[in-house]
């Protein structure tokens, strides 16, 4: 086939997205496809023209645009086939205030939270007892993200985060490890269970992508029970947001036993160190592989 790999954009994590992109590429020509690479920065005007041209688009933007739902919109309106989840649930997603909302709706567990949708008075101060986080509510990677550990580092934290980002939200520390989920069509994969290597206290942008940052272990060393909640709750999440094809969902696992659901993520970091590659495989997918079944669902929604 003809396929148009859709990557960079212009968010925060474009360098995410050109790094697995470069995997991909290689992935579809060894699978014998014949790959036009397309970055919307450079050129978003002509992205229906190209799709147009092409069988098949394969998405690896992160942030907005792309886990935002506006460029599956704009396949959708070419019927050009992608993988992953369509516009809608793409959106729903990306945003977490949204998304928590939905996770609740649906009996899923996730942490307390505050949306902020603008800077806060000097007097403001957050529900939750130091430490919190605040992130933005639309980023991932672990980027616009900042520990505030007391009251003095309140205001500089918010300013930093409102200069690059629009809209915030707050939420409470939870003990406890990280854990990842992936589900791939109707199924969720093995959990991985995420330890900083570096001392790092919580799971970073350097610990994400940087070759040894985490210790990424697969499957999760977890109790049985646990194992098989965090699949459910992860397929139950990819079903309340309506995704498709793929997903990734994550969650702390506290000492007492309890899972909190932070967010799903509707493209999944595809580099070399990513999480849903490290799933697959441990189900006997290939990187390879794993690449053709994302086309394989992607041509199947289409239908």
Excluded at 82 to 92: E, R
Excluded at 266 to 282: D, F, K, N, V, Y
Aim: hydrophobic fraction near 45%.
């Amino acid at each position: 086939m003809n396929i148009l790999l859709i990557a960079g954009g212009w968010s925060s994590e474009r360098e995410v997205s050109l790094n697995g992109a470069k995997g991909i590429h290689e992935a579809l020509l060894r699978l014998g496809h014949s790959v036009t690479f397309f970055d919307p920065q450079h050129s978003l005007d002509g992205l229906l023209d190209a799709a147009r041209e092409h069988d098949f688009a394969f998405i690896n933007l992160h942030g907005s645009p792309g886990e935002d739902g506006m460029v599956q919109a704009m396949l959708a309106s070419v019927r050009c086939p992608f993988q992953g989840s369509c516009a809608t649930g793409s959106f729903l997603a990306l945003n977490k205030s949204v998304s928590k909302q939905i996770f609740l709706d649906n009996g899923l567990p996730t942490a307390e939270w505050e949306f902020l949708a603008k800077r806060p008075s000097e007097e403001w101060r957050p529900k939750f007892s130091y430490p919190v986080f605040i992130k933005s509510n639309t980023g991932g990677s672990s980027l616009g993200l900042s520990r505030v550990a007391c009251e003095s580092e309140l205001a500089d934290s918010l300013d930093a985060l409102f200069a690059t980002e629009s809209e915030l939200i707050v939420e409470p520390l939870i003990e406890g490890v990280e854990v990842t989920c992936g589900v791939l069509g109707d199924i969720a994969l093995p959990p991985i269970l995420i330890e900083p290597a570096d001392g790092s206290i919580f799971f970073d942008y350097e610990a994400k992508y940087r070759p040894g940052g985490a210790r990424e272990i697969c499957p999760a060393p977890l109790p049985e029970a646990i194992t098989a909640q965090v699949q459910d709750f992860a397929l139950k999440a990819h079903n309340a947001l309506g995704l498709r094809g793929y997903s990734r969902a994550d969650f702390i696992y506290s000492p007492d036993g309890s899972l909190h659901l932070l967010e799903v993520n509707t493209l999944p970091g595809m580099t070399a160190t990513s999480l849903l590659p490290q799933e697959a495989a441990a189900i006997g997918l290939s990187f390879d592989d794993l690449i053709a079944r994302l086309i394989e669902l992607g041509l199947a929604a289409q239908q």
